[in-house]
Structure formats: C-alpha cells, structure tokens
C-alpha cells in the first residue's frame, strides 16, 4: 500500500486514506489543502482525482447568484439558514458589468456569464477564466435587431473533453428559419449547426433560467405554437451536435397567457429529467419524471403537491435532492416539504441582493481543456 510522509511530526497515511478524506470536503476547502504541502497539491491538482472528487463527493448542486459583483451561494439541499448555507465569492473585475450582466448556463462547477456583449466561462471555486469570442451570427444579427437570442447553454462532451457553449437564435415575432451555433472551448472558434425549426418560444421570457443539464444534454422548457401554445422540452444532445424535441406529458395542460401564475419548470429527481408545473388557481404542483430517455410514454406523474400556505407569486424553481420543492415569491425563497407544508424561507434582504438573476450549479475543481485559460489576478 503507498504511503506518504508529509515532513517531521507528521503521522504516515496511506495515498487511499488521504484520498477518502479529501474527497468528504467541498471544493472550497480542497483550495485551502493545496497549500498545505506539495504532494497534496499534487493530489488535488490531478485530473484523475478532480473527476473523482465531482463523482463521488457529498456535495450538491447549488443557487449561483449574482448582484453588485458579488456571487452568493446557497445549498439549498441544506439549511436554508442564511449563515450555514450561503458561500459568497468576488467576481472578477474584467467579466463584470455593473449595467447588463446574467447567467447563460453552467456544467460541471463552470458558469456562463454574459457581460453586454461579451461572455466568459468561470469557475468561481478555482478562481480561473475564459472568454468566449463573439460568433459571427452575433456580428450579422448586429445590424438587425429583429434576431435575439431564444435559448442558450453549456454542456460538457465527455468523448472529446470539450466544453460547448449552444445558441439558438429565432426573428422576433415571426416563425421564420432559426440558426444555431456551438463554440468549442478545445478548438476556440464557433460552428454552425443544424437548428431546430419548430414554432416556439421560451415558456417564460420575464424569468427567464438557462438549460438544466443532465447526462450529457441540455435541456430548455419551450412553448410550441400549433393550434394551442403547448409545452415542450427542447434538447440539445452534446456528443452529437444535435437538436431534439421531446413532447410534455400529455396530462399537462397547454399555455395560458392569460394566466401569468401559472408556472412550469425543469428539475432533476432521483437522476431523472423531471418537470415541475404549478397551478395558481388550486394552489397544487404536480411533479412528472421520464422514466426512460427520449421515451414520451415513459413520463410518470409521482406526486401532487398542494401547498399548505399558498403564495401570491410563486415561482417554481427546482427540487432537492429529498423531493423538497423551491421556489421564490417575490423577495423570499422558500422550501416547501412533500405535504405542502413552508419547510423554510430565506429573505433576498438578508443577502442584500439587488436582482435575481440565478443558476443552478455544482462546485468543482475542474480546469478548461485549453490553454488561455485564466487565473484569478484581478479579483
């Protein structure tokens, strides 16, 4: 068995009993270990052992919210008590901007961050940076306003260790043809690809959330315009470059602009693709899980939950990993159990946050495939 000594007074421990202590901690605390002697920084700094770390660790995904260049995090798998669950880290000064500045996506411990025209990939546990250059539909659509943005995201292809960044562009107010675009972190530059040309819009343009990906695909909640506004799942398949649509329940009734309260949103739940959807008028949410890929047959209602204490504007957001549902009214998030019942509820105020503009995301020790990628100078 391989030992290592870590200088004078110092007891020897097995590699493997160092490993299985290091990988109990959160990222932010691994940071903290490379400095406490060479052959730990070599550990953590390993590849081998970063994806082993994201694998196997206890740790969860988390809210990534940003305002006044500062980025708050929140386990909401936790407590939500203000001072156990919330982490908060700087932003770097270069990626900042005090005026337009949201999320894109994320995937695996990377944040996108749109900044006025410019976008960055940003873990901000290791501190490190990229910036993605401008596509060149982003200059053509420049001088033509009509085109913006419907859907876009990051993913991760685990077959040629790349990181994506998808957009899928549409003319407003018209069914027109739509254009896509994948920027490869490994290859630097942009490439068209096949869109998808379907009629439909996001579900939910005033709260707008990227992707949530899961097993190697993006997926956006979207509203397909046929004879009525009917949700749908819009999927963007990483290791192939490819577009898909996967029909919602069909239980789950078509869009109602005229009731705004109504919510949808995309979760994860027991390592499935689950959509989540809220009813205003009787206060109840229902929770659908596709039991097998791609598979429409295969979504299977597993519970109705109607809350106990109703909000007046209740934003789905996600599940924890127990089945909690979260979700935000106005300027308070708040945890509900599996009865329906306030489990929690954590006030913006205490955080002190200007806006809420949020991602949900798991900490890492990942580095970018590419070698521009850069460290933390400015924050």
């Known amino acids: 068995m391989k030992k290592q000594s870590h200088g004078k007074g110092m007891e020897v421990l097995p590699e493997e009993m160092i490993m299985e202590i290091l990988f109990k901690l959160n990222v932010k605390s691994l940071v903290r270990c490379k400095s406490v002697c060479k052959s730990w920084l070599s550990l953590i700094s390993d590849s081998h052992f970063t994806k082993l770390h994201f694998d196997l660790s206890p740790a969860t995904e988390k809210f990534m919210i940003v305002s006044n ?16 669950s919330c982490v908060h880290f700087e932003v770097p000064q270069r990626i900042f901007h005090p005026y337009y500045f949201k999320f894109g996506g994320s995937c695996r411990g990377f944040l996108l961050l749109e900044s006025l025209k410019d976008k ?40 040629t260790d790349d990181y ?14 739509k254009y896509a675009e994948v920027f490869s972190i490994r290859a630097n530059k942009w490439k068209e690809i096949e869109p998808v040309n379907l009629s439909f819009t996001p579900c939910d343009s005033e709260n707008y959330s990227p992707g949530r990906v899961l097993n190697n695909v993006i997926y956006w909640l979207g509203c397909c315009i046929k004879e009525e506004v009917n949700v749908f799942i819009l999927g963007f398949d990483v290791t192939k470059r490819m577009f898909f649509e996967i029909a919602a329940p069909v239980d789950v009734a078509p869009v109602n602009y005229g009731n705004s309260k109504d919510r949808k949103a995309l979760s994860e739940l027991a390592g499935l693709l689950s959509l989540c959807v809220y009813t205003e008028s009787n206060h109840s949410i229902e929770i659908w899980s596709m039991k097998e890929y791609k598979i429409e047959s295969s979504w299977t209602k597993t519970s109705v939950v109607s809350l106990v204490v109703p909000c007046r504007f209740f934003n789905l957001v996600c599940l924890t990993k127990d089945g909690d549902i979260v979700g935000k009214d106005g300027d308070e998030l708040i945890k509900y159990n599996k009865k329906g019942e306030v489990k929690e509820i954590l006030s913006w105020a205490r955080l002190n946050l200007s806006s809420f503009h949020f991602e949900i995301c798991k900490e890492s020790l990942f580095s970018l495939p590419c070698h521009d990628e850069q460290a933390p100078k400015d924050i």
């Open 69 to 84: 260049r500062k980025l708050t995090t929140i386990d909401f798998n936790a407590s939500l008590n203000y001072y156990s």
């Open 164 to 177: 994506l960044v998808v957009q899928l562009f549409s003319k407003l107010y018209s069914n027109d043809r």
């Open 120 to 159: 960055w990939l940003w873990n901000p546990c290791t501190g490190c940076y990229k910036q993605v250059c401008r596509s060149p539909l982003e200059y053509s659509f420049e001088t033509n306003p009509n085109y913006d943005v419907l859907f876009r995201g990051l993913g991760y292809d685990p077959l």
